[in-house]
Nanobody, 120 residues
Framework: VQLQASGGGLVQAGDSLRLSCAAA?????VGWFRQASGKEREFVAT????????YYADSVKGRFTISRDNAKNTVYLQMKSLKPEDTAVYYC?????????????????WGQGTLVTVSS
């Protein structure tokens, strides 16, 4: 499974941005993770194959929404009310198991990442 993340960019605090993760091949659970400079990779959001189960990190709950369009093999991360602390490289990842998790090591496939920079 190959994943291609896109949609990152430079925005101001309070702005919105939508990231996309296009998959070549079928995926089951897909998650978004991020890694800020000098920090460890952290969980952001994950969605089950059906889209019926989603989990979010507390830091993004209420501001970010993960969704998917299986007909297009694409998962989205809609980000609103962005904050400077959201600045990071955002990665999408996929795992064949059906249960969504927030643990990076549970995901077998990773995209290349897209940079999101939020200025204050």
């Amino acid at each position: 499974v190959q994943l291609q993340a896109s949609g990152g960019g430079l925005v101001q605090a309070g702005d919105s941005l939508r990231l996309s993760c296009a998959a070549a091949g079928r995926t089951f659970t897909v998650g978004w993770f991020r890694q800020a400079s000098g920090k460890e990779r952290e969980f952001v959001a994950t969605v089950s194959w059906s889209g019926g189960t989603t989990y979010y990190a507390d830091s993004v709950k209420g501001r970010f929404t993960i969704s998917r369009d299986n007909a297009k093999n694409t998962v989205y991360l809609q980000m609103k009310s962005l904050k400077p602390e959201d600045t990071a490289v955002y990665y999408c990842a996929a795992r064949r198991a059906a249960i969504p998790t927030g643990v990076p090591n549970d995901y077998e496939y990773w995209g290349q990442g897209t940079l999101v920079t939020v200025s204050s």
